[in-house]
């Protein structure tokens, strides 16, 4: 009777609750994980975003010191603050999204410590009693009898089995009490790092804030002082705009030259050779990867139409980008090609049309030259340096179009990033 109530008890306390506790525990856990890996990722790429927008904003801070020798408050300049206001604007949404994810992160260690905390305390619990009821009923007697009694020796192998396996179960039960005691205070120490991230975040969001207020004030004394040159700025639209036919006229005769080649061999588009077939599949392969015609500058224009930045309800028409630069700077191949033309714009320095394939890239607003046409060059050669008005308060800008045959592309959606 009393052997029978010894192996009763030992059947009714196999800890088959702590057993599944632990599986829940684990399968939280890993869901916990995996949503803090996703947000990690998430994380890593705002961090990457704000550095880069950050490294914008010290070259556009360049190139406001650099026009400050000349006192004359000009269009590109507006232009550069302008981006400055734009990238200063991107980087606090990007803070508000870091504050966001850390947050969460925050919320979600938070609820993980007291989810551990409660499970320790219950796996603590559990253990207690369990090793309060083998010290109460399993003397080594006990042991010995419980396999004895058993009606073959089947069963009593299986009894042998479930006594080894049971104080094997004990065992990693303490092993796991040690475990989440040790990954709670990792999460605890983690949680007051993530907290005391998101207090610094909240005062960087600040600061910009603060500079980027001062930033639009500056803004808006350019555009009044800008907008008493009204007739300036017309006269100069007028030029720009002439200017730009120059050069979609020189593209023009590109087009119609191949075009009547393409003719006499009953093609439609460019006639090319193999290798400049090869060459314009590497270019559209490339789309969004293809390197900036500068080593360094930010966009202060942008392709299509749209309003002018001074003059009311007039509107301007960009065939590609305009990109602001340091002074001396070097315009460089975007990619492979062949030397299409080169050749002078009447006020307007001079330009060099780059051919890769069935496409074409133009650079203008060039001075010193180091190419000629039809010579071969690669991608990031040097083609010329980039000409400064001091006019303009030492304007550096060069104006950059991609044309696929005979239609305009936007720049920015073949660059890279």
Avoid: C
Wanted: charged letters at 30%; proline letters at 2%; hydrophobic letters at 35%.
């Amino acid at each position: 009777m009393r052997r029978r109530a010894f192996v009763l008890r030992y059947l009714k306390n196999l800890p088959v609750l702590v057993m599944n506790n632990s599986n829940k525990f684990f399968l939280l856990l890993a869901l916990v994980v995996l949503t803090l890996v996703s947000h990690g990722q998430s994380l890593e790429e705002l961090r990457k975003k704000k550095e880069k927008t950050n490294e914008q904003i010290k070259y556009t801070n360049r190139l406001l010191e650099e026009a400050k020798n000349n006192e004359k408050k000009t269009l590109n300049k507006y232009n550069i603050l302008n981006k400055q206001i734009e990238l200063r604007t991107s980087l606090i949404t990007g803070i508000n999204s870091e504050v966001g994810v850390l947050a969460e992160f925050i919320d979600q260690n938070a609820w993980l410590v007291s989810s551990l905390n409660n499970d320790l305390a219950q796996l603590k619990q559990e253990y207690a009693n369990m090793i309060l009821f083998a010290q109460r009923n399993q003397t080594n007697y006990d042991k010995v009898l419980f396999i004895l009694s058993s009606e073959s020796f089947n069963q009593a192998y299986k009894r042998l089995m479930y006594l080894r396996q049971y104080t094997e179960y004990r065992k990693r039960q303490a092993e796991l009490i040690l475990w989440i005691h040790d990954l709670m205070e990792a999460k605890v120490n983690r949680l007051q790092h993530q907290r005391t991230e998101k207090e610094t975040l909240l005062e960087s969001k600040k600061r910009e804030a603060d500079q980027l207020s001062k930033e639009k004030n500056q803004q808006g004394q350019y555009l009044t002082s800008l907008q008493q040159k009204q007739k300036d700025f017309k006269n100069k639209l007028q030029e720009q705009q002439r200017i730009e036919v120059q050069l979609s006229r020189e593209i023009q005769r590109i087009i119609e030259e191949e075009v009547k080649k393409s003719k006499d061999t009953g093609k439609p588009g460019f006639e090319m050779t193999p290798e400049q077939k090869l060459v314009s599949g590497q270019f559209e392969q490339n789309k969004r990867r293809i390197p900036w015609p500068v080593e360094r500058g930010v966009i202060t224009d942008h392709f299509g139409v749209h309003e002018h930045p001074v003059l009311k309800n007039i509107q301007v028409k960009n065939n590609g980008i305009d990109i602001s630069t340091a002074h001396g700077a070097i315009a460089r191949s975007v990619f492979a090609g062949e030397v299409s033309r080169v050749f002078e714009i009447t006020g307007g320095n001079k330009a060099v049309i780059i051919r890769h394939g069935k496409y074409l890239t133009v650079y203008s607003n060039l001075v010193n030259i180091q190419v000629k046409s039809g010579q071969k060059v690669g991608i990031k050669q040097t083609i010329g340096t980039i000409a400064t008005d001091s006019d303009e308060g030492d304007k550096t800008v060069l104006k950059f179009q991609i044309w696929k045959e005979n239609v305009k592309l936007d720049p920015e959606d073949w660059i890279s990033k």
